[in-house]
């Protein structure tokens, strides 16, 4: 690894955060990787590299990276991936690239990209046995190749889910703006709990936004917040207009970003058990027989907070995202906060 990495040097350097460093090299059969330079923390961080292995060891599927293979030495602990070359989705929607006058990531790619994850998302819940849940979805770890196919990435959250019907309790682990409320409140665990955080990177994909932004004003620094009630107009009148990235300069198909806006709102319900499964997922956006996401709700009723439950979950998510002294950042992962991607600033 040493020697394939060109000894870990800067010069290969692809990115770093809590979890450690991630390096590009090159095995002798010329095959690219990227090797994962883990910080192993005690008792905690070698239970972490051993569920990694075991985990990402299950999975085979053209939309998620594939686990090239490992490597113990004394305190060394490394993950070999396969290298997917053409950066994140979080660099093409957010990245210093627009300022550098890069064209926009167009329509095309857009829905390319949030159909492919979704499979790849859904292949975990429903194909996997036992079937996974990924825990932390977001737009940097969707990896994207040349041809702007995406590749869902970094399971060293995720967890064996061996019966579907039931809950995990869990410590809350994840990124800031993409937790779902119910998990980050009471730590029970779901493949629902994966949807809403896809919901969170479809609408970064409608709107240009990040998921959060501290410049706003209260109660309005969370993306879906502020992009629940024009969900709601655009689901019933059909404008669309009021969510769509002005990048965009309306070059896109009307169709399909209905759909897309469709099915952001089905993913980020307040009740879990309101959002649909990927695979519904999957068929909307790939306009498949347009899977029907109602799951029983009127349109508008997304936005609406029906029980002192849930309301209590949206106050504590509120808090917990912008600043509250009453909540410690010990509640969400140390790699999460450390990646430079995660930053709310």
Known sequence: MVTATNGFSTQNLLGEGGFGCVYKGCLPDRREVAVKQLNIRGSQGEREFKAEVDIISRVHHRHLVSLVGYCISDSQRLLVYEYVPN????????GKKYREGIPVLDWSHRIKIAAGAARGLAYLHQDCHPRIIHRDIKSSNILLDNNFEARVSDFGLAKLNPDANTHLTTRVMGTYGYVAPEYATSGKLTEKSDVYSFGV?????????????????????????????????????????????????????????????????????????????????????????????????????????????????????????????????????????????????
């Open 87 to 94: 950066n994140t989705l979080d660099f093409h929607l957010h």
């Open 201 to 345: 990177v479809l609408l970064e994909l409608i709107t240009g936004q990040k998921p959060l932004d501290p410049s706003q004003s209260p109660g309005k620094e969370s993306l879906v917040e502020r992009a629940r009630p024009f969900m709601s107009h655009a689901l019933v009148s059909g404008e669309l207009g009021g969510l769509i990235d002005p990048r965009l300069d309306k070059n896109y198909v009307e169709e399909e970003m209905f759909r897309m806006i469709e099915a952001a709102a089905a993913c980020v319900r307040h009740s879990a058990s309101k959002r649909p499964r990927m695979e519904q997922i999957v068929r909307a956006l790939g306009d498949i027989a347009a899977g029907d996401l109602t799951n029983g709700m009127k349109i508008g009723e997304s936005e609406v907070i029906r029980t002192p439950e849930e309301s209590e979950q949206f106050r504590l998510m509120q808090r917990m995202a912008f600043g509250s002294q009453d909540f410690s950042s010990g509640f969400f992962s140390h790699s999460s906060m450390n990646s430079r991607n995660d930053s709310l600033v």
